[in-house]
């Protein structure tokens, strides 16, 4: 085994497999919003520009199914993260958001 955790690239791979909770462009960016503790469906819509109802509805939907948001309420929904999406914010998240803003020259 390498030091990425997989010896091989295969389908199934641990790196793939993180590498998913931030290939959907609005993922992480909701994800980051939630960091401020929980929040209702359209407070969210105002705090991340330029993310339509729609695409937020399928984001939250995506990060409930993998377990990192949890929803509350039935008719004023308030999404929350999980455990498991609050150490993805704090960790793995943070650090590649740490890594672009140094980067962010070479970046661009």
């Not at 030091?3 to 909701?30: K, M, N, Y």
């Not at 339509?52 to 990060?63: A, G």
Request: hydrophobic share 45%; charged share 20%.
């Amino acid at each position: 085994m390498n030091e990425q955790g997989c010896e091989t690239f295969i389908s199934d791979c641990h790196v793939r497999a993180a590498v998913e909770l931030i290939s959907h462009t609005w993922d992480p960016v909701v994800v980051s919003a939630l960091r401020m503790g929980p929040t209702r469906r359209s407070i969210l819509l105002d705090r991340i520009a330029g993310v339509s109802d729609k695409v937020l509805t399928e984001s939250l939907r995506r990060l409930a199914s993998r377990g990192l948001v949890a929803r509350t309420g039935r008719d004023a929904a308030v999404y929350e993260l999980t455990p498991l999406g609050a150490s993805f914010a704090t960790g793995p998240l943070a650090h590649l958001a740490e890594w672009a803003a140094e980067n962010q020259g070479e970046l661009s």
